[in-house]
């Protein structure tokens, strides 16, 4: 009958929320001395620039090679590194190493790392940043911070003054997956971001979405006006290259270039030279 199906469907809910609430439990227990074991890794991803097709900038995405499961994405362990905190020294780790990385490059390569709401609450963010570029002796300005909107949502006053103590390190600050938050333009107006990036979801139905593509034009010409930096994210195809080039971005990231690749590879990318 249809309860007796609907109980065994229950059943079956019951089953896979617990295996997943275990992986998470376990996630967290083994997260714990991924960092002191190595099993973390970045990964790099190019933005490359439109006026001369060299790469500018590399991203740093974080991986995590996990002994038992593989190669976990982000999106999979950040949210749980960000509830116990260990975000914190993670990401303190991230910085050194992606200055570390970044000093072995030309000069006009710079590195872009992404800092997590959490961390832009913890007191030690400014110091975390000035250690890495003290230790790697980078120049500060080859180093950018990749920040979304969740981290200017609350307490924004607090957290505009310690985007200007960033600032005033040298380094650069860019706007992450602009357009997806409810006060992207607002924060422009609060803040001197560096570089807007847009997210890939006004990138993916170009050349054909009319929203999307009004949306991107709108945006090359604010960044243009505000002095930022223009950049597009998740750019798979020719046709969508096109369309972010005809109106008039600095930058590109995305699969038709390279995908997020190993330090030792992304180097090679970079001495090949244009892409
Ligand atoms: P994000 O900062 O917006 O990074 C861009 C994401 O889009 C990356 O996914 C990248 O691999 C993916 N991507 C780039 N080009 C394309 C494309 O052409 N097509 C498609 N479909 N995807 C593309 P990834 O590496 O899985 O990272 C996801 C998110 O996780 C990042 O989004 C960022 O918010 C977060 N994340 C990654 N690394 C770090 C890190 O070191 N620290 C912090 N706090 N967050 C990180
Ligand atoms: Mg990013
Ligand atoms: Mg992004
Ligand atoms: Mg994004």
């Excluded at 080859?142 to 979304?148: D, G, K, V, W, Y």
């Excluded at 600050?173 to 803040?191: E, H, P, V």
């Excluded at 080039?245 to 180097?267: H, K, M, T």
């Amino acid at each position: 009958s249809a309860k007796s199906s609907g109980r065994g469907t229950y059943k079956l809910f019951d089953v896979a929320m617990h295996a997943q609430l275990q992986t998470h439990q376990q996630m967290k227990i083994t997260m714990r001395d991924a960092l002191a074991k190595g099993e973390f890794e970045l990964h790099y991803q190019p933005l490359v620039s439109l006026e001369s097709r060299c790469v500018s900038c590399c991203e740093a995405l974080l991986r995590w090679r996990h002994p038992d499961r593989g190669m976990i994405a982000p999106s999979e362990f950040i949210p749980i590194a960000e509830e116990t905190g260990l975000i914190v020294p993670i990401g303190e780790w991230i910085l050194g190493e992606a200055c570390r990385q970044a000093a072995r490059w030309p000069e006009r390569v710079s590195v872009a790392v992404n800092l997590s709401p959490v961390q832009f609450k913890h007191r030690n963010l400014v110091r975390a940043v000035a250690k890495a570029l003290s230790a790697t002796r980078l120049d500060p300005a080859r180093l950018q911070l990749e920040i979304t909107e969740t981290v200017l949502l609350d307490e924004s006053e607090h957290n505009l003054e310690l985007l200007q103590d960033l600032r005033r390190l040298g380094v650069k600050i860019a706007m992450d997956d602009f357009g997806t938050g409810y006060s992207s333009l607002g924060y422009l107006r609060s803040f001197p971001f560096d570089k807007i990036k847009v997210d890939q979801a006004f990138v993916r139905d170009l050349p054909h979405g009319k929203e999307s593509l009004a949306i991107v034009k709108a945006v090359a010409g604010l960044g243009q006006s505000l002095g930022m930096t223009t950049s597009v994210e998740g750019v798979e195809t020719e046709d969508q290259l096109a369309v972010v080039d005809s109106e008039g971005f600095n930058e590109v990231q995305g699969y038709l270039f390279s995908r997020p690749l190993p330090a030792a590879e992304i180097s090679k990318l970079i001495a090949a030279g244009s892409l």
